[in-house]
């Protein structure tokens, strides 16, 4: 099985990434996937559950000012709040979305617990036994 990484992404980022209209999820950390890797995807407040999945296209690691060009059409946010969140930073990296999916059902955040799986603030890597539980294998 390929890494697989749980994110924990806001509502309305998780909405546009299932829509098919976010190509590209940004990170102020460069994460430890390549293509082809699984991301979980945790929606958080006030939905609080793993809603759905995507495998990743690539990851690109630019300067903000370089990378803004490539993912401004895709990435769900204006141009203020793209430099605004990666203020003072040298380099932006962007998980490309290579096919997104929600789950057919979503697991709550009390489930999530209960199988000792917490949601990260950011991200966090799953091992092969969480993946295959959350994923239904």
Do not use: H
Not at 15 to 29: H, M, N, P, Q, S
Not at 36 to 64: H, I, M, N, Q, W
Request: a positive charge.
């Amino acid at each position: 099985m390929n890494k697989a990484l749980l994110l924990s992404i806001k509502p309305r980022f998780a909405d546009a990434i299932f829509a098919g209209e976010k190509l590209f999820e940004l990170r102020k950390v460069k994460p430890r996937v390549v293509s082809g890797d699984l991301v979980l995807v945790y929606v958080t407040v006030p939905r609080c559950r793993l809603e759905g999945a995507f495998r990743v296209s690539e990851v690109l690691e630019k300067s903000p000012k370089d990378l803004w060009p490539v993912v401004k059409s895709s990435c769900s946010l204006t141009s203020s709040e793209f430099f605004a969140y990666y203020e003072g930073k040298e380099l932006a990296y962007a998980i490309g979305i290579a096919e997104a999916w929600p789950l057919a059902n979503s697991v709550a955040l009390a489930d999530l617990r209960s199988e000792k799986i917490i949601p990260p603030q950011g991200y966090r890597y799953l091992t092969d036994k969480e993946t295959g539980s959350l994923m239904g294998e």
